[in-house]
């Protein structure tokens, strides 16, 4: 039996193990796949008005925007912790920016409630909004 018989099966199992590390990567925010709940909320511009302050607009092109709406783009990791037809919790971390855990209650395609907290930046943040879609985005 030559060297690169024995060679071959360790190759191998040396490229999966790489290919299954790079595949562990947690992908930019836009990218990462949402709970089924979620996929049901519609695009478009969303009012989310904060239960103890003003409101503000959002023109919601990728629905796991809502997942992390203080941390913003930033690059972070998701777990989903609980799905259901019409809610979803997420747990993400951001290195160096902090972590959150958001709740996402659909209750339309154009009403939902989103519950947030977590640390951002080392500043504890909690947060309930209900969104309300508002038509096409401006």
């Known amino acids: 039996m030559g060297l690169g018989r024995l060679l071959r099966p360790a190759v191998a199992g040396a490229l999966l193990v790489v290919s299954a590390a790079g595949a562990a ?3 930019p925010v836009a990218q990462q796949a949402v709970p089924a709940a979620m996929s049901k909320i519609a695009l ?3 009012e989310l008005k ?3 302050a003003g409101s ?3 023109c919601l092109t990728h629905r ?3 997942i992390q709406l203080v941390h913003g783009t930033a690059q972070c990791s998701q777990v989903v912790m609980e799905s259901s037809p019409n809610s979803a919790t997420v747990r993400y971390s951001c290195p160096g920016r902090g972590q959150g855990r958001t709740t996402i ?3 339309t395609p154009q009403l939902i409630n989103i519950d947030t907290q977590g640390v951002i930046d080392g500043e504890p943040f909690t947060a309930q909004f209900e969104g309300r879609r508002v038509g096409a985005c401006r």
């Open 56 to 58: 503000r607009t959002l």
């Open 50 to 52: 904060a239960r103890d």
């Open 25 to 27: 990567r947690p992908a």
């Open 105 to 107: 209650i659909v209750e």
């Open 44 to 46: 478009g511009q969303w």
């Open 64 to 66: 796991a925007t809502l």
